[in-house]
């Protein structure tokens, strides 16, 4: 069977996609794909779950969230981020749950601003967090053995145009994000937080 990667196209996408095709068929998906997938548009999910399901397990590292100072961040701005972020990654687990074999999993993304904000990431951290909260209160309710965890990593060594943000914060390569994606697939843990490069 096939592992599902949504957000395949970023940094860590592409990572994930090169580790996981090593052990497993892979399908990568994005915006600009063909299928493509857009978490502003849940029937994007639902029509690719139908055209390629089941799958083995499916791997979430798309979603978008604003990073402004907190008083530049608007109801609209927190809105959007939860929908894209958040609320992207729980439809995706509770639309494809039924497309996913017995004892597959769930991998999600979160982040390391969680417990480390810098200036401007109010709303990341906010989000980000509900991500894990998500993550440990899913997993015991998902049935037939099915396994959900995030992967959350601090400042990725390509995404060079952040690290002004993140001055003081050690970097991690997306090689090394994707080997803990691979973990999270490969593995037997559930409900866990991975912390890559913190």
Same mark, same amino acid.
Request: hydrophobic share 45%.
């Given at each position: 069977?096939?592992?599902?990667?949504?957000? @395949?196209?970023?940094?860590?996408?592409? &990572?994930?996609?090169?580790? =996981? !095709?090593?052990?497993?068929?892979?399908?990568?998906?994005?915006? !600009?794909?063909?299928? @493509?997938?857009?978490? *502003?548009?849940?029937?994007? =999910?639902?029509? =690719?779950? #139908?055209?390629?399901?089941?799958?083995? #397990?499916?791997?979430?590292?798309?979603?978008?969230?604003?990073?402004?100072?907190?008083?530049?961040?608007?109801?609209?701005?927190?809105?959007?981020? =939860?929908?894209?972020?958040?609320?992207?990654?729980?439809? *995706?687990?509770?639309?494809?749950? &039924?497309?996913?074999?017995?004892?597959?999993?769930?991998?999600?993304? !979160?982040?390391?601003?969680?417990?480390?904000?810098?200036?401007?990431?109010?709303? #990341? /951290?906010?989000?980000? !967090? &509900?991500?894990?909260?998500?993550?440990?209160? @899913?997993?015991?309710?998902?049935?037939?053995?099915?396994?959900?965890?995030?992967? /959350?990593?601090?400042?990725?060594?390509? /995404?060079?145009?952040?690290?002004?943000?993140?001055?003081?914060?050690?970097?991690?390569?997306?090689?090394?994000? #994707?080997? $803990?994606?691979?973990?999270?697939? &490969?593995?037997?843990? *559930?409900?866990?937080?991975?912390?890559?490069? $913190?």
């Amino acid at each position: 069977m096939t592992v599902l990667v949504i957000g @395949a196209t970023g940094e860590i996408g592409r &990572a994930a996609v090169a580790a =996981l !095709s090593e052990h497993y068929d892979v399908l990568g998906v994005g915006r !600009s794909t063909t299928p @493509a997938v857009d978490f *502003t548009r849940p029937d994007t =999910l639902d029509a =690719l779950f #139908a055209d390629h399901a089941p799958f083995e #397990a499916v791997v979430v590292l798309g979603g978008e969230i604003p990073f402004a100072p907190l008083g530049e961040l608007t109801r609209d701005n927190f809105e959007s981020g =939860l929908a894209s972020k958040f609320l992207g990654q729980v439809e *995706t687990v509770q639309r494809g749950t &039924a497309h996913v074999a017995d004892g597959g999993s769930f991998t999600l993304v !979160s982040g390391i601003l969680t417990d480390h904000p810098v200036a401007g990431s109010a709303a #990341a /951290s906010a989000i980000n !967090s &509900a991500v894990n909260g998500f993550v440990v209160g @899913a997993a015991p309710e998902l049935p037939r053995g099915i396994r959900i965890n995030a992967v /959350s990593p601090t400042v990725v060594t390509e /995404s060079v145009q952040y690290h002004g943000a993140f001055r003081g914060f050690a970097q991690v390569p997306a090689a090394e994000v #994707a080997q $803990w994606v691979l973990r999270s697939v &490969a593995g037997e843990q *559930t409900g866990q937080i991975f912390r890559a490069g $913190w």
